[in-house]
Each structure stands twice: as C-alpha cells, then as structure tokens.
C-alpha cells in the first residue's frame, strides 16, 4: 500500500473510505488532528471514535507526528485540513491579514510535520494514509484569511499528493483513484 492521499469534498465518504482500506487490520494508528472547542467538536469527535474499531490506537495532534510511530504497521491521518488550520491559527492568533511570508510559515510547518511523518512510515516500510478535504471545487471565499486558508490548503495539497504513492477521490461515497 505505502503511502496514499484520500480526497474529496466535506462529507463525500473519505474517512469512511480511508478505514476500509485497513479492514480486518488491528495494528492501526489513527493520528486525529481534531482539536475540542465546544460542544459540537466533541459530538464529532466522539461519533467519529465510533466508527472505527476499538483495537486501534488513537493518537491526538498536530505536532511531532513522528512521536505516534511504535510498532504497528499501519497508520492513518485524519485530516490535513484540519491539522493545517490548526498550526495556521496556532502560527497566525488572531491576524486579520496574512503575508505571503507568513502563508508560507504556515505552509512550510505543515509541510515538516507530514514530510517528517511520510519519511519515517517509508524508513520502516509502513503505510499511511492521509485524509484531506479538496478546497478548489467551491465557491472564492469572501474574505482575506479563509482566502488564504484555502490557499495554504490547496498548495499542501498538491505537495502531499506528489509525496503520495496512490491517491483517490471520494464523491458521493464512491472512491476514484486518480494516481
């Protein structure tokens, strides 16, 4: 399997999809970038912990991935998207107004943190599998920092899909791959 990228837009099935490829699997890492804020954070994470089995282990952040590599073989990342605008917002507060030199920060650390991880699943012939959500299929959003956001997103997107052995597409439940 390697390393694989699952994409799509939000609530097209990619999760569901990323799981299924470990299925029957027990020795999993599931790395949940989610961070609870409020009420309905924790309803998500708690209904999303129900859907995978109880044998697998969770590992929750969005820095030094490296530190959840033990001895299962099998690992997955669930999301990008949500890992990138945590460091964004951890790297930016509350700015009203991006540079470029800051978008690329953000971009870079992001970049660290999953290049780190890939290099490491690689070392040991692991696999990984990376969930993300594609940003370029909506609507321009209407101000700076989502615009940027969105950027930021799109670009590590296509810097991960080279990193990545295989990638699908997830729309209406249904898998597509594309690499």
Partial sequence: MGIVLVTGGAR????SFAQSLYK??????YIATSKICDDEMEERVRLHRTFRPSEWRTFEGN????????????YILDCITVLTSNIMFDITKN???LSFKIQKKVEDTVMNEIGSL???IRDKNFNLVMVTNEVGCSIVPENHVARAYRDIAGRVNQKIAGLSDEVYIVTCGIPLRIK
């Fill in 12 to 15: 097209s099935g990619k999760s």
């Fill in 24 to 29: 029957g699997y027990k020795d999993v890492v």
């Fill in 63 to 74: 820095y030094d991935l490296c530190d959840c590599i033990g001895d299962e073989k099998n």
């Fill in 95 to 97: 700015m009203d107004k």
């Fill in 118 to 120: 890939v290099d490491k």
